[in-house]
T-cell receptor, first 111, second 112 residues
Framework: DTGVSQDPRHKITKRGQNVTFRCDPISEHNRLYWYRQTLGQGPEFLTYFQNEAQLEKSRLLSDRFSAERPKGSFSTLEIQRTEQGDSAMYLC?????????FGPGTRLTVT | GENVEQHPSTLSVQEGDSAVIKCTYSDSASNYFPWYKQELGKGPQLIIDIRSNVGEKKDQRIAVTLNKTAKHFSLHITETQPEDSAVYFCAASIGGNNRLAFGKGNQVVVIP
């Protein structure tokens, strides 16, 4: 399968813990996006990478969130000191031009 | 603004009939408009898209129309089948990095 992959698919954590998600984009896609989706809503943009450079961040991305794409391939999204409001599906998408292809997402539940 | 709105929120159709979902957007600079299909527990799947220099695009049973003047675009599904049942999202590109602003989604139910 050469699509976008995300790991883990599900994560349950207690409030206050740190979590990290990984995204592997489609090979040779230089653009990578993170979105967050809550129940009954469309995805909301969080941040954008072109190669290893983080070029855009949403105001939704609080100081507790950090994302990296160290070698311009896979990316990680870390949430520190998780809160119940962080419970959502975290989606990654990659692109080489304008079409964005999404991975299956990581569903985070904060208890 | 970056608002994208979809209507209706839920749509039920008999198998074989057509389904139409409409979206409006607010950012006049948007120039790319994709549609995604999302099934339960899966990520959004790109099914068709249209760019601002085109008024209509068709791919088998799916078509999209765009009216830039009115800032609205629509998804048309003909000869609906049970496997078309899903949530459909429209989106519009925002800014030079082409981040997407999504609507809230339409639940389409195809009744066999």
């Amino acid at each position: 399968d050469t699509g976008v992959s995300q790991d883990p698919r599900h994560k349950i954590t207690k409030r206050g813990q740190n979590v990290t998600f990984r995204c592997d984009p489609i090979s040779e896609h230089n653009r990578l996006y993170w979105y967050r989706q809550t129940l009954g809503q469309g995805p909301e943009f969080l941040t954008y990478f072109q190669n290893e450079a983080q070029l855009e961040k949403s105001r939704l991305l609080s100081d507790r969130f950090s994302a990296e794409r160290p070698k311009g391939s896979f990316s990680t999204l870390e949430i520190q000191r998780t809160e119940q409001g962080d419970s959502a599906m975290y989606l990654c998408a990659s692109s080489s031009t304008v079409e964005q292809y999404f991975g299956p997402g990581t569903r985070l539940t904060v208890t | 603004g970056e608002n994208v709105e979809q209507h209706p929120s839920t749509l039920s159709v008999q198998e074989g009939d057509s389904a139409v979902i409409k979206c409006t957007y607010s950012d006049s600079a948007s120039n790319y408009f994709p549609w995604y299909k999302q099934e339960l527990g899966k990520g959004p799947q790109l099914i068709i898209d249209i760019r601002s220099n085109v008024g209509e695009k068709k791919d088998q049973r799916i078509a999209v129309t765009l009216n830039k003047t009115a800032k609205h675009f629509s998804l048309h599904i003909t000869e609906t089948q049970p496997e078309d049942s899903a949530v459909y999202f429209c989106a519009a590109s925002i800014g030079g990095n082409n981040r997407l602003a999504f609507g809230k989604g339409n639940q389409v139910v195809v009744i066999p």
